[in-house]
């Protein structure tokens, strides 16, 4: 089976804080993604990446910066956390895209980030 | 950009009825895939069934069936036979062919009542 571990799955942090979210994928998957949820406006992307070192924006990346020095390993960073960032973060993984089928993409549980 | 929508915050179904949830999206690509996703209280993203756009049969996966119409842009899901372990949160997801990203709905909240 596929496992997505992300590794703390609720932290509280302090405004100011500087925060590390990490996530390991153990299927060689060469995409991964950082995702927050919030109620009422679903899921929605902050970066992905589909090689090591390699990283693309999503939709809502400002306050966030990621990291992927080892493909298995993908990290979600907060350089100066703030109140509005409190959120559920997900993290996936997926193989590459072929562009004749659709590939499955596999969740971690998630991470509850609360920022006091 | 595309867009999701599922219009129906919360739904309730009895235990070994059926229930459809709804979702429609706005798109001007011709080929796309589109998902849902279940999210149980535990929060782990569990894929429910996919289907592809350029498939005219609507996918099916044990008690869960879709009813895709690409003119009117709907791709609802039904559960039938209802049980317990079906109740969570059920999101819909669009992924085009050229990209790697997934759009989400805002989700819809199922509870099954025994």
């Avoid at chain 2, 915050?9 to 709804?22: D, F, H």
């Avoid at chain 2, 062919?97 to 199922?110: D, E, H, M, R, W």
Wanted: with cysteine; aromatic share 14%; hydrophobic share 35%.
């Amino acid at each position: 089976d596929v496992k997505v571990t992300q590794s703390s799955r609720y932290l509280v942090k302090r405004t100011g804080e500087k925060v590390f979210l990490e996530c390991v994928q153990d299927m060689d998957h060469e995409n991964m993604f950082w995702y927050r949820q919030d109620p009422g406006l679903g899921l929605r992307l902050i970066y992905f990446s589909y090689d090591v070192k390699m990283k693309e924006k999503g939709d809502i990346p400002e306050g966030y910066s990621v990291s992927r020095e080892k493909k298995e390993r993908f990290s979600l960073i907060l350089e100066s956390a703030s109140t509005n960032q409190t959120s559920m973060y997900l993290c996936a993984s997926s193989l590459w895209t072929d562009q004749s089928f659709g590939n499955t993409i596999y969740f971690g549980e998630g991470s509850w980030l609360t920022v006091v | 950009a595309q867009t999701v929508t599922q219009s129906q915050p919360e739904m309730s179904v009895q235990e070994a009825e059926t229930v459809t949830l709804s979702c429609t999206y706005d798109t001007s690509e011709s080929d796309y895939y589109l998902f849902w996703y279940k999210q149980p209280p535990s929060r782990q993203m569990i894929l429910v069934i996919r289907q592809e756009a350029y498939k005219q049969q609507n996918a099916t996966e044990n008690r869960f069936s879709v009813n895709f119409q690409k003119a009117a842009k709907s791709f609802s899901l039904k559960i039938s036979d209802s049980q317990l372990g079906d109740a969570a949160m059920y999101f819909c997801a669009y992924r085009s062919p050229y990209g790697n990203k997934l759009v989400f709905g805002a989700g819809t909240i199922l509870r099954v009542k025994s």
